[in-house]
């Protein structure tokens, strides 16, 4: 969507970085790519087995929500998931803050 030309700053541009900053807020990619440091990790932090049957979503405000293939996986998530959030704590990444994990069944 071009901007009105009323909302333009003298010269008629904008920086390209308010351009991208809009843009990713509206179509929530900021939530999108909060997911990538902890899915380019995922095998690490849950192990081969459980990265076949359950892969990390998205970020919700402090939440990762992760999508797993059957609901006996979920209960095994949901025991290891204090585990989980730890390793991910681990991480180190400073563009996240992850403090909880929501496990839902994938459709």
Do not use: C
Not at 62 to 75: C, D, F, G, R
Not at 93 to 100: G, L, P, T, Y
């Amino acid at each position: 969507m071009l901007p009105n030309k009323k909302n333009l700053p003298p010269g008629g541009f904008r920086r390209i970085d308010d351009i991208l900053a809009g843009t990713f807020k509206d179509l929530n990619l900021e939530e999108k790519f909060r997911v990538y440091p902890v899915w380019k990790k995922w095998n690490e932090i849950v192990g081969e087995t459980i990265a076949q049957k359950a892969q990390p979503d998205y970020v919700s405000g402090q939440t990762l929500v992760v999508s797993v293939v059957h609901p006996a996986w979920m209960n095994e998530l949901q025991m290891q998931k204090e585990a989980i959030l730890r390793k991910i704590g681990a991480l180190g990444d400073k563009n996240h803050s992850i403090q909880d994990i929501r496990f839902r069944l994938k459709k």
